[in-house]
């Protein structure tokens, strides 16, 4: 069975590292994050975070009950950065639209954790105060409560999901992601409007566009869609 976590008060009265840093849940998930973006997900061992921290291994487990945990932490600490610093006006499309461009942004900052930790759910400070936050925005912009939960999971999922998929592109390696971003002119905008009239008409919209985050297009069309869902419901 994993070890239990020790509560945050015995772990301030640890002795500092050799190197005098006092170790904290925060250090330990920005000191993380760091070395998925230089090493990527493959990278992030308890032995490697420990010798980055130069703290023994073991020590994290004062902290986390294992890595599977602390990638939940570092999922968690992404929302926190979209959550600080945004404010709600009482616009529930302003609201969600900003927040949700916050998040991609968090995300996409930090690609190979968001490859590792968007798909999943952490139950942490973070992930709750912005559920709470969203459901709260679509209640009482007058949405029922199935349709606040309908929107809410739309939101969520294609915020996290094209994040998701942004931030794996961007793990790419350098020269295959400039060779998928390239395809768009070296093969689609080269084939014949005989056989491909279609792509052949699009192909200069789409060399331009297919290297752009389809995000905030997604995200202005899923409130379309609840700005109707929210009209229909008040003149039933």
Do not use: N
């Not at 349709?147 to 969520?156: L, N, S």
């Amino acid at each position: 069975m994993p070890k239990p976590v020790v509560p945050e008060g015995k772990r301030r009265r640890r002795r500092p590292t050799k190197s005098g840093t006092v170790l904290s849940e925060e250090l330990i998930v920005e000191t993380a994050l760091r070395m998925l973006r230089e090493h990527g997900s493959a990278g992030l061992t308890a032995r490697r975070l420990g010798l980055a921290l130069d703290a023994d291994p073991s020590t994290l487990y004062r902290y986390f009950r294992g890595m599977d945990d602390l990638t939940l932490a570092i999922g968690d600490a992404l929302i926190g950065q979209a959550l600080d610093g945004w404010r709600r006006t009482g616009d529930w499309r302003a609201d969600l639209r900003s927040f949700g461009l916050r998040v991609h942004a968090a995300y996409v900052e930090h690609p190979q954790a968001a490859v590792l930790t968007a798909s999943r759910v952490s139950g942490r400070s973070s992930e709750i105060t912005a559920d709470e936050a969203v459901l709260d925005v679509l209640r009482t912009a007058g949405f029922p409560l199935p349709e606040a939960v309908r929107v809410y999971h739309a939101f969520i999922d294609t915020t996290l999901g094209l994040a998701a998929l942004d931030a794996a592109s961007l793990a790419l390696p350098a020269d295959s992601l400039r060779s998928d971003e390239e395809m768009w002119r070296s093969t689609y905008a080269r084939l014949p409007a005989a056989t491909h009239p279609r792509i052949a008409e699009a192909a200069p919209l789409l060399a331009t566009r297919m290297v752009t985050s389809a995000y905030p297009t997604a995200l202005e069309m899923l409130l379309d869609s609840a700005q109707a869902r929210l009209d229909a419901c008040r003149e039933a």
